[in-house]
């Protein structure tokens, strides 16, 4: 190597070092890997309510793949998740012409997002034998019983 190469070779990976990223956390489909990146985001807010946290994230992400067409929304609403935990969409998040959009996306994102949070819908189906969320009651618990006389 010459001494000239490794001089550029220096100053570039110092240049890199110094470069601090920028990665817009309001665009996750463009991380270099959004389903990670997305999943890392939104697991802190499923752990106290599900037993598998990162289950319901990936699911989440999946269903609101397969609703949304819009980039744009699509980011937006995969963002409410990673800031609030559950979908949500505020209108600063999107340009003007798009945000009457934000009333037809969460009607139609609303039975997937439940689906993935509390049912067995087509977005679980290919999570079979994920155990139910933490707080539904186990098959092998006995019966809730009355104490009325």
Do not use: H
């Amino acid at each position: 190597m010459t001494p000239a190469l490794a001089k550029l070779l220096v100053a570039s990976l110092a240049l890199l070092a110094i470069a601090p990223a920028r990665a817009d956390p309001r665009r996750l489909s463009e991380m270099p890997d959004p389903r990670g990146e997305f999943i890392r985001l939104c697991a802190p807010f499923m752990v106290s309510r599900y037993s598998r946290p990162e289950a319901v994230c990936d699911c989440l992400r999946t269903a609101l793949r397969g609703e949304i067409g819009d980039a744009d929304v699509l980011d937006a609403v995969l963002y409410g998740v990673t800031e609030r935990g559950v979908p949500s969409i505020s209108a600063t998040w999107l340009p003007p012409e798009k945000r009457s959009l934000i009333s037809l996306t969460m009607t139609a994102i609303a039975e997937p997002t439940m689906e993935c949070m509390f049912g067995n819908g087509l977005p679980k189906k290919r999570l079979e034998g994920v155990p139910p969320a933490s707080f539904a009651p186990s098959p092998s618990m006995p019966p809730v019983q009355t104490l009325e006389p």
